[in-house]
């Protein structure tokens, strides 16, 4: 039971545009009372708003477990995600899930799973675990599981193959939204996605306010309902006029806001802010409170800012999350302006949670699962023989973004063998499978800048294998195998030193006190700018991405080298 207070200041109704001075009573978790308050003369009053919601976040890329996620989420005025726990469904299948929903029961935070509709990502990969559409189903039968998370396989949806067909009906059996992927789908295929074909009329479920005639289809009945992945305006456009719901998205590696915000000014019912992927220095620097101190600047009405941060998540997947009625969970953040969303506290199921950036969540002691089996490399299985082709396909990685471009450059080569190309940024590029005993896949890439050493990681989506950028195949040696002692992790090697942080909870998070984390990778983070030369903003969050096949257009699986747009390896 919760215990009882009232508190002031000037509530802001969201839902009818509107705020006023206001006394808030909460008891036993609830806002009992919301009472007409006159302030003083000259008294100064914070703002209550609703708290803010992640709606679309990977827990596991903050290198955190949810309890220590929640630590730092909290300061910032967060009180739900809406969280997609693939990566660890990549590694532990089911029970890597059922991990994420334990820990994050040990804090007082909203946390909001989703039953992962991918994994594996796609057959061209090595992944440590399979869910399949019965699994699935069970998944979406528990309450805890709130939607079906995002459909990366839109070649499977458009082709009506029988695992995606039967995961998507389940979810609209349930009356649970199919979250979308569909990165640069647009026009006739984007409907095709959004509303499939072989849905009959009667088992599409119609979305509430969802455009209206001057803005396209009014009352779409949506089946993939959300997309965090547009990149241009044009396509979130279209999307929203095919009733989506589009995420903003902001993260550490991808980066879509300037992009996408101004159709907030027409489209306020329709779009949310998300992450997606945030390592523990960005989120310790902040989180939706940033968007919404962006949106703001750029001159956007205040109250379609916080429909986006705060409302239109607790309806479109119907969360257990207050939006400051009578009646509600008493789950609020106080603000000192609607400028810079300066967080005073935050509180969640009536308990304070956080006051003046510092968090009252206790750091609690988690255990680990994982699955790893690799042994240590050596440096002669990257070695890359040249076969006399005037040009070879090369990586380009994008800084800010997910997607990648293909270059057909000139090969530097050294006894036979072709070698990364500091000069020109053309660097060794390879990936390890951590399941099992296999052949390392080996190919090159341009944008990380590195001038020396190497850097690796077991956070590599979504299979999460192991992958590694270097100058030279010792330096690759070194950083891989930090990596394979640690059972996952993420490393670094320079000539003269190197750091690893080590993750044992399924190669993808620490089970370390959050702050200690975040501390520990900006000085690995470091390193790699410094030491070793990386021009990328987020080296290690952007060499995660570069095993991603879903995501265009030149990636790199443990398999092979793969054209995303083809859907098929590159020969």
Known sequence: MKGSFSLSGVLMDLLNQTHYPAELVVSAGKIQAIRPFSPSPGQVLPYILPGFIDSHVHIESSLLVPSEFARLAVVHGTVATVSDPHEIANVCGVKGVDFMIENGMTVPFKFNFGAPSCVPATVFETAGAAVDAAEVEELLSRPEIRYLSEMMNFPGVLNGEEEVMKKIKAALRLGKPVDGHAPGLRGDLAGKYIRPEWLGSGEGRMESGVGSPEKGEASRATIISTDHECFTAEEALDKLRLGMKIQIREGSAAKNFDALIDLLHDWPEQMMFCSDDKHPDSLLLGHINQLCARAVAKGIDVYKVLRAA????????????????????????????????????????????????????????????????????????????????????????????????????????????????????VLKIVVVNRYQEAPVARAFIKGFG?????????????????????????????????????????????????????????????????????????????????????????PFMTLSFMALLVIPHLKLSDKGLFDGDGFTYVE
């Open 450 to 538: 590195l001038k020396q050493g190497a850097l690796a990681s077991s956070v590599a989506h979504d299979s999460h294998n192991i992958v590694a950028v270097g100058v030279d195949d010792e330096s690759l040696a070194r950083a891989i195998n930090l990596v394979i002692a640690e059972k996952g992790g993420l490393s670094a090697v320079s000539h003269s030193r190197e750091m690893v942080l080590g993750l044992p909870v399924a190669g993808l998070m620490s089970n370390r006190d959050g702050y200690e984390m975040a501390a520990a990778y900006t000085a690995i983070d470091k390193m790699t700018k410094a030491e070793l030369g990386s021009i990328l903003a987020s």
């Open 310 to 425: 705060c409302v239109n998540p607790v309806l479109h997947y119907k969360l257990d999350v207050g939006l400051l009625n009578v009646g509600d969970c008493a789950d609020f953040i106080l603000v000192k302006d609607l400028k810079d969303f300066g967080v005073l506290s935050t509180y969640i199921n009536g308990e304070l949670v956080a006051e003046n950036q510092k968090s009252k969540i206790k750091s609690t002691e988690s255990g680990t699962v994982n699955n790893f089996s690799c042994s240590p490399k050596t440096k002669e299985v990257f070695k890359t023989e040249y076969t006399g082709d005037k040009t070879i396909p090369v990586i380009e990685a994008l800084d800010g973004q997910l997607i990648t471009n293909r270059l057909d450059l000139s090969p530097k080569t050294a006894d036979n063998q072709i070698v990364s190309d500091t000069e020109n940024d």
